[in-house]
């Protein structure tokens, strides 16, 4: 029997406040932690069996009768049957992958069942209501015995480690009777990178001795191939640019500046005067941009700098200082 | 036009079939018709979920309402069907609509199963009620016995072979022939001509008043003769005349005539109890009417009857009238033709004597009155068919055909006598059954004909143990269950459902469990035995693939068959998770394989031979 199921208000998506959600790292859902309810075209199935009733009492008709006590019995049976398409359903979290704010993101949950499940309903709730009516389908899928790997879509809001919130998992088969359903709220936060957009981003170049150019300053005037000028060097700056002779002359260390056609590896940071959200949505779109080129970039963000360089690994690097920003 | 709608569509063509059955005369039948024009109208509207949905209750709905209209067998058959079809579909809008038709059908024929118990548990024992509120029924041409005789009424309905009861008992054994007479109705009117019923004579609610006392005791003992008769013209039923009703909405007339409650254009469906208790209709005095005679309109039968009044005990004049019948020339026949003159009971009994049924019965009845015994006329039937049945037992069809009318006289010291002046003239007309001066052939065997006969008799079984099953049927079976503590109804109800539910349920997740898990595993099992059959078997150990290596090794015959059968198996079994069609195409390739195994030869061909 399902007596163990909470039985609340008709409307489920609108009264989420009211139903407790399950925490933990995993999930196996049993009677306690599902709730059931009619649908509307369960309330008119019983309006039929109420018909259907009348119409074998004052004909007294055994076949009139028969007909609803059939509808009666498969109302009944519905019940546990949807509640049974749910229960022993086990589901774990696993490492989310990281994805941007602008894009719609999966989040993968791993789904463990003995038994074959009709069509399941998983989606996850935000704000009020289930994410039903919007492009990121919401799609009822079977369940096969064993262990598979959902990949089930949301919307974050912000960047920075965001929990997707409650996870609705619900099922209506095999009659659309019953609607049996869960809230589960999976532990393990995804990392959000800022939205991507583009627009203007603070850009500096460092020059060969290390130094940041003027900003806006032409990309390809600094290189390495011919020194043209000296300046005092810093000892930060290492000892490939030293200007030996000079030192060995006693006139102090200098450092060689360069000139030559090489692009100069480029430091972004915050646009000033911009807020900082929408600075940093500048900066997401425009290391994304980068990444797909060949060229070497670092960052400079308040605290941190991520010095210039390329690749998937320094992106996701570069993409995570976004996100983890203060 | 996606599946699951071309399945609603499709039930809703089944049920279109039944309606040329249907008796538009029930105001219910119209309602019927309107919702399968509406549903009709939203499948083709019908296009997200939620419509289709509905559409496919209405589907059910009308399934039940036609389950009312029409009872019988054949009907209920389509109705099943029709059920299957609209749950198939709505189970196709619940799993996805990329399901097979077939899985669809195997997985609504399973749940109808598993809601089998909790039907039956439902129908036995939840509490019955009387209608709530009477309706008024129309009329409809219909063939059947009138409420007068007239000449040539009843040869007209002798041409109709259409069915109009069948009687089983519970002993399985029927009367003798001359023994069929089953009574509808009694006439005490007589004009001179034309018999006809008493105005206002028998009315049901009169019956109920006045309670007319012993005659309309409700039986309760077990049910020895059940009826199942086609919808008549009138409000009365034939039965034999013994016995007593177990329904409450039959009445026993004191003129031994049976009236139904219900409207006349149901198929009607009674049974009987006491059948060998005297009848006590046959006790009840003569109306005043029965010994009404128009004086002057049939001098000649006037005068033969006053002269045995004068001469002969009431007794004596029956026999005497017997001897007067055997000793005339009279004729039997269908076609008697029309009555000459304007004496017509003396034009036959005098002048024609070529007559039916009905003339000899009229002539007979009119004979009595004139000699001062009070009489009258049954319109009935007499005869039917027994059918024995295939599975044992059988029943008495009862057709149209077998009209007839006869007569009742009153003697004081007997009560009311059946006398049947026709059994004088054509005993064959009463023992065989058939109209045979009517130039009509017996009826012949055929196979199509006994196939029909066959499956009204399972149609009178499936009526009289489903479709008959009423308020004291319950209660005689709360009775048994509970004897006087009615009230313990509930809970018992609830029990059952419940007790059906635990049962059902880990069936219903076992068989699952079963079919998704080890579909394959059951083929690989079927092959593998096949395997041994052939002197291959597995080593302790032995994984799939290498003992099918190695079998195909010793029989390169089935070298082919058995490295599919290995990839198959393993491919299925141990890669990536797939969809269920791909796992039943899995399957039913090992089942090819098994086949193509059975039919191997035990040995392996000798490439030398």
Same mark, same amino acid.
């Given at each position: 029997?399902?007596?163990?199921?909470?039985?609340?208000?008709?409307?489920?998506?609108?009264?989420?406040?009211?139903?407790?959600?399950?925490?933990?790292?995993?999930?196996?859902?049993?009677?306690?932690?599902?709730?059931?309810?009619?649908?509307?075209?369960?309330?008119?199935?019983?309006?039929?069996?109420?018909?259907?009733? +009348?119409?074998?009492?004052? %004909?007294?008709?055994?076949?009139?009768?028969?007909? #609803?006590?059939?509808?009666?019995?498969?109302?009944?049976?519905?019940?546990?049957?949807?509640?049974?398409?749910?229960?022993?359903?086990?589901?774990?979290?696993?490492? @989310?992958?990281?994805?941007?704010?602008?894009?719609?993101?999966?989040?993968?949950?791993?789904?463990?069942?003995?038994?074959?499940? *009709?069509?399941?309903?998983?989606?996850?709730?935000?704000?009020?209501?289930?994410?039903?009516?919007?492009?990121?389908?919401?799609? *009822?899928?079977?369940?096969?015995?064993?262990?598979?790997?959902?990949?089930?879509?949301?919307?974050?809001?912000?960047?920075?480690?965001?929990?997707?919130?409650?996870?609705?998992?619900?099922?209506?088969?095999?009659?659309?009777?019953?609607?049996?359903?869960?809230?589960?709220?999976?532990?393990?936060?995804?990392?959000?990178?800022?939205?991507?957009?583009?627009?203007?981003?603070?850009?500096?170049?460092?020059?060969?001795?290390?130094?940041?150019?003027?900003?806006?300053?032409?990309?390809?005037?600094?290189?390495?191939?011919?020194?043209?000028?000296?300046?005092?060097?810093?000892?930060?700056?290492?000892?490939?640019?030293?200007?030996?002779?000079?030192?060995?002359?006693?006139?102090?260390?200098?450092?060689?500046?360069?000139?030559?056609?090489?692009?100069?590896?480029?430091?972004?940071?915050?646009?000033?005067? %911009?807020?900082?959200?929408?600075?940093?949505?500048?900066?997401?779109?425009?290391?994304?941009?980068?990444?797909?080129?060949?060229? #070497?970039?670092?960052?400079?963000?308040?605290?941190?700098?991520?010095?210039?360089?390329? /690749?998937?690994?320094?992106?996701?690097?570069?993409?995570?200082?976004?996100?983890?920003?203060? | 036009?996606?599946?699951?709608?071309?399945?609603?569509?499709?039930?809703?063509?089944?049920?279109?079939?039944?309606?040329?059955?249907?008796?538009? /005369?029930?105001?219910?039948?119209?309602? !019927?018709?309107?919702?399968?024009?509406?549903?009709?109208?939203?499948?083709?509207?019908?296009?997200?979920?939620?419509?289709?949905?509905?559409?496919?209750?209405?589907?059910?709905?009308?399934?039940?309402?036609?389950?009312?209209?029409?009872?019988?067998?054949?009907?209920?058959?389509?109705?099943?069907?029709?059920?299957?079809?609209?749950?198939?579909?709505?189970?196709?809008?619940?799993?996805?609509?990329?399901?097979?038709?077939?899985?669809?059908?195997?997985?609504?024929?399973?749940?109808?199963?598993?809601?089998?118990?909790?039907?039956?548990?439902?129908?036995?024992? +939840?509490?019955?009620?009387?209608?709530?509120?009477?309706?008024?029924?129309?009329?409809?041409?219909?063939?059947?016995?009138?409420?007068?005789?007239?000449?040539?009424?009843?040869?007209?309905?002798?041409?109709?072979?259409?069915?109009?009861?069948?009687?089983?008992?519970?002993?399985?054994?029927?009367?003798?022939?001359?023994?069929?007479?089953?009574?509808?109705?009694?006439?005490?009117?007589?004009?001179?001509?034309?018999?006809?019923?008493?105005?206002?004579? *028998?009315?049901?609610?009169?019956?109920?008043?006045?309670?007319?006392?012993?005659?309309?005791?409700?039986?309760?003992?077990?049910?020895?003769?059940?009826?199942?008769?086609?919808?008549?013209?009138?409000?009365?039923?034939?039965?034999?005349?013994?016995?007593?009703?177990?329904? @409450?909405?039959?009445?026993?007339?004191?003129?031994?005539?049976?009236?139904?409650?219900?409207?006349?254009?149901?198929?009607?469906? &009674?049974?009987?109890?006491?059948?060998?208790?005297?009848?006590?209709?046959?006790?009840?005095?003569?109306?005043?009417?029965?010994?009404?005679?128009?004086?002057?309109?049939?001098?000649?039968?006037?005068?033969?009857?006053?002269?045995?009044?004068?001469?002969?005990?009431?007794?004596?004049?029956? !026999?005497?009238?017997?001897?007067? &019948?055997?000793?005339?020339?009279?004729? &039997?026949?269908?076609? @008697?033709?029309?009555?000459?003159?304007?004496?017509?009971?003396?034009?036959?009994?005098?002048?024609?004597?070529?007559?039916?049924?009905?003339?000899?019965?009229?002539?007979?009845?009119?004979?009595?009155?004139?000699?001062?015994?009070?009489?009258?006329?049954?319109?009935?039937?007499?005869?039917?068919?027994?059918?024995?049945?295939?599975?044992?037992?059988?029943?008495?069809?009862?057709?149209?055909?077998?009209?007839?009318?006869?007569?009742? +006289?009153?003697?004081?010291?007997?009560?009311?006598?059946?006398?049947?002046?026709?059994?004088?003239?054509?005993?064959?007309?009463?023992?065989?059954?058939?109209?045979?001066?009517?130039?009509?052939?017996?009826?012949?065997?055929?196979?199509?004909?006994?196939?029909?006969?066959?499956?009204?008799?399972?149609?009178?079984?499936?009526?009289?143990?489903?479709?008959?099953?009423?308020?004291?049927?319950?209660?005689?079976?709360?009775?048994?269950?509970?004897?006087?503590?009615?009230?313990?109804?509930?809970?018992?109800?609830?029990? #059952?459902?419940?007790?059906?539910?635990?049962?059902?349920?880990?069936?219903?997740?076992?068989?699952?469990?079963?079919?998704?898990?080890?579909?394959?595993?059951?083929? %690989?099992?079927?092959?593998?035995?096949?395997?041994?059959?052939?002197?291959?078997?597995?080593?302790?150990?032995?994984?799939?693939?290498?003992?099918?290596?190695?079998?195909?090794?010793?029989?390169?015959?089935?070298?082919?068959?058995?490295?599919?059968?290995?990839?198959?198996? %393993?491919?299925?079994?141990?890669?990536?998770?797939?969809?269920?069609?791909?796992?039943?195409?899995?399957?039913?390739?090992?089942?090819?394989?098994?086949?193509?195994?059975?039919?191997?030869?035990?040995?392996?061909?000798?490439?030398?031979?």
């Amino acid at each position: 029997m399902v007596s163990a199921e909470r039985l609340a208000m008709p409307k489920p998506a609108k009264f989420t406040g009211m139903f407790r959600p399950n925490t933990g790292q995993q999930l196996r859902l049993g009677a306690r932690s599902v709730y059931i309810l009619p649908t509307g075209f369960g309330v008119l199935w019983l309006l039929a069996v109420a018909l259907l009733q +009348v119409v074998g009492i004052q %004909l007294q008709s055994n076949g009139a009768l028969m007909m #609803s006590f059939l509808l009666l019995g498969l109302f009944l049976l519905a019940m546990h049957l949807t509640a049974f398409n749910l229960q022993g359903l086990e589901m774990s979290c696993s490492a @989310p992958p990281p994805g941007f704010a602008d894009a719609p993101l999966t989040y993968p949950v791993v789904v463990r069942s003995r038994c074959h499940r *009709d069509q399941l309903r998983i989606a996850f709730i935000q704000g009020a209501s289930v994410r039903e009516n919007t492009t990121v389908g919401v799609t *009822d899928q079977e369940i096969q015995p064993g262990q598979s790997l959902l990949s089930i879509p949301w919307q974050p809001q912000q960047r920075g480690l965001q929990r997707p919130g409650r996870l609705r998992i619900s099922s209506s088969a095999p009659l659309g009777l019953f609607r049996c359903w869960s809230l589960w709220e999976p532990p393990m936060a995804q990392l959000v990178y800022p939205a991507r957009c583009e627009g203007p981003v603070a850009e500096s170049c460092s020059d060969a001795q290390g130094n940041q150019a003027n900003l806006n300053a032409p990309q390809s005037a600094v290189g390495h191939d011919d020194w043209v000028d000296l300046r005092p060097h810093r000892a930060e700056e290492g000892v490939s640019r030293l200007y030996w002779k000079s030192l060995a002359r006693g006139r102090g260390a200098h450092a060689k500046v360069f000139a030559g056609a090489q692009p100069s590896e480029l430091l972004l940071g915050l646009q000033p005067g %911009l807020p900082k959200e929408q600075a940093l949505n500048h900066l997401s779109a425009r290391i994304w941009a980068l990444s797909a080129t060949a060229h #070497s970039y670092g960052l400079i963000l308040v605290a941190t700098t991520i010095a210039p360089g390329s /690749g998937s690994r320094h992106r996701d690097q570069c993409l995570m200082a976004l996100a983890l920003l203060p | 036009m996606s599946g699951h709608q071309r399945l609603q569509w499709l039930a809703l063509g089944l049920l279109a079939t039944l309606l040329p059955a249907i008796d538009t /005369g029930m105001p219910l039948s119209w309602g !019927a018709i309107c919702l399968m024009a509406l549903t009709a109208l939203k499948l083709r509207e019908a296009r997200s979920r939620s419509e289709l949905r509905r559409s496919s209750l209405l589907l059910l709905v009308i399934t039940g309402v036609m389950a009312a209209l029409l009872p019988g067998l054949g009907p209920s058959l389509i109705q099943l069907l029709t059920t299957l079809l609209a749950l198939s579909s709505l189970l196709a809008l619940e799993l996805g609509g990329a399901l097979q038709v077939r899985t669809l059908l195997g997985r609504s024929l399973r749940l109808l199963a598993a809601a089998l118990p909790l039907v039956l548990v439902l129908f036995l024992l +939840v509490p019955r009620v009387g209608p709530i509120w009477t309706v008024p029924m129309g009329q409809t041409a219909r063939t059947g016995l009138s409420d007068r005789l007239d000449t040539g009424s009843i040869a007209d309905l002798v041409a109709v072979d259409t069915p109009a009861a069948r009687i089983s008992f519970a002993n399985e054994q029927p009367p003798p022939p001359e023994a069929r007479y089953w009574r509808v109705l009694t006439l005490h009117s007589f004009d001179g001509q034309r018999w006809e019923r008493l105005p206002g004579e *028998d009315r049901f609610d009169a019956l109920a008043r006045s309670a007319a006392g012993a005659a309309n005791q409700q039986g309760t003992g077990a049910r020895e003769q059940f009826w199942l008769a086609e919808p008549t013209l009138l409000p009365v039923l034939p039965w034999s005349g013994q016995g007593q009703p177990l329904d @409450p909405d039959l009445r026993i007339s004191p003129d031994g005539v049976l009236l139904n409650n219900r409207p006349p254009i149901e198929r009607r469906a &009674y049974g009987f109890t006491d059948l060998s208790a005297p009848a006590t209709w046959k006790r009840q005095p003569p109306r005043d009417a029965a010994l009404e005679f128009p004086v002057g309109l049939n001098p000649r039968l006037q005068a033969l009857g006053r002269e045995w009044k004068d001469t002969l005990a009431p007794a004596d004049r029956v !026999a005497a009238a017997q001897r007067w &019948y055997l000793s005339q020339p009279f004729r &039997y026949t269908t076609k @008697p033709g029309l009555l000459p003159g304007p004496h017509p009971v003396d034009a036959f009994l005098f002048d024609t004597r070529t007559g039916f049924c009905e003339h000899f019965a009229s002539g007979f009845t009119a004979l009595m009155r004139a000699a001062g015994v009070p009489a009258r006329i049954v319109l009935g039937y007499q005869g039917g068919d027994w059918v024995p049945q295939v599975g044992g037992g059988g029943y008495l069809d009862v057709r149209q055909s077998d009209a007839h009318a006869w007569s009742e +006289v009153w003697l004081a010291d007997q009560g009311w006598v059946m006398v049947d002046p026709t059994a004088w003239v054509s005993p064959l007309r009463i023992t065989a059954g058939q109209p045979v001066s009517a130039g009509q052939t017996p009826r012949q065997f055929s196979p199509l004909g006994w196939t029909l006969l066959q499956w009204r008799g399972i149609d009178l079984r499936w009526t009289g143990w489903v479709m008959g099953f009423n308020r004291q049927d319950q209660l005689a079976l709360i009775e048994r269950l509970l004897g006087k503590r009615h009230e313990w109804i509930g809970v018992v109800l609830v029990a #059952s459902l419940a007790l059906c539910l635990a049962l059902v349920l880990p069936l219903m997740r076992w068989t699952q469990r079963r079919r998704d898990a080890d579909g394959l595993r059951r083929e %690989l099992d079927r092959c593998l035995e096949r395997l041994h059959g052939l002197g291959l078997d597995p080593l302790p150990g032995e994984d799939l693939g290498h003992f099918c290596r190695r079998a195909g090794q010793q029989r390169p015959d089935l070298d082919g068959v058995l490295d599919e059968l290995a990839r198959t198996y %393993l491919r299925q079994r141990f890669g990536p998770a797939q969809p269920q069609e791909e796992r039943q195409a899995s399957s039913q390739r090992l089942r090819r394989l098994r086949q193509q195994l059975s039919r191997a030869p035990a040995a392996a061909p000798n490439p030398q031979a």
